[in-house]
């Protein structure tokens, strides 16, 4: 029992890990897209340098559940739990590594105009990005099949918007110049739909993790295409034996 107890203490401590880089994350998102309005270079520098801090838990929190990993044996719903956790830390780390990518943008010093239209929809591009790890972290933390399946809706919305910077895009076509800070603003919502889909692949290892089916949201609905995960129990949570 006390090996046990030992065994599901750590993996609380390894989710907690893994939330708080997830708020990490939540914070380099909010402080780069600050940079990217105000055009703060050190702002921007501030969350390259940063991201050692994501790494850091990053790596702290693999290396914690593959010992689980190596000296216990997890079943059912603790497998589960552990396979989400896995996952869902290579998402957030890549969550963060596109936050140094818009940062770096920002040092490029690309003369793009506050009142661009592009700018307008990356704004509205990082507040979608902003409200889709908060709800996965609310999802994951409350063990929660339904707000997993919120996610894939809002990653749409942040699909279309992505899509219309081309649209925005062409606006610029016969100035030179601008054609080419132009385009390298919908390389950062390039930068942002991509965190949409790191979100909602989380938003899968969630769902997994409490239901015991693995899907792909993106085929969600075609439900003869679900698959069984060999992990897979017959309840939820992460208490099972």
């Not at 690309?110 to 509205?124: F, I």
């Not at 790890?133 to 279309?160: G, T």
């Not at 965190?195 to 609905?221: K, L, Y």
Request: with cysteine; hydrophobic share 40%; net charge negative.
């Amino acid at each position: 029992m006390m090996v046990r107890t030992s065994f599901h203490d750590e993996l609380e401590a390894a989710e907690s890990r893994l939330l708080a880089e997830g708020r990490l994350v939540r914070q380099q998102l909010e402080r780069v897209m600050k940079a990217l309005n105000d055009r703060d270079d050190q702002l921007a520098q501030e969350v390259i340098d940063g991201d050692d801090s994501v790494d850091d838990v990053y790596l702290a929190t693999q290396a914690r559940v593959l010992n689980l990993l190596a000296l216990q044996a997890p079943v059912a719903g603790d497998l589960r739990l552990v396979s989400a956790i896995l996952h869902s830390n290579m998402h957030v780390e890549r969550m963060g590594d596109l936050c140094v990518n818009i940062a770096k943008f920002v040092l490029n010093r690309h003369p793009y105009p506050h009142d661009s239209p592009l700018m307008d929809r990356l704004n509205e591009m990082g507040a979608r990005a902003a409200e889709m790890i908060d709800l996965a972290l609310s999802a994951f933390a409350q063990r929660s099949d339904e707000l997993a399946q919120q996610l894939p809706p809002k990653d749409s919305v942040l699909d279309r918007l992505n899509r219309g910077m081309l649209g925005d895009l062409k606006t610029y076509a016969g100035d030179e110049e601008a054609f080419e800070w132009a385009t390298k603003l919908v390389l950062v919502a390039r930068y942002l739909e991509r965190f949409g889909d790191h979100a909602v692949d989380v938003g899968e290892q969630i769902s997994f993790m409490v239901t015991g089916v693995f899907r792909e949201f993106t085929d969600a609905s075609h439900p003869e295409l679900e698959l069984e995960h060999p992990y897979a129990g017959n309840g939820r949570g992460s208490s099972e034996q």
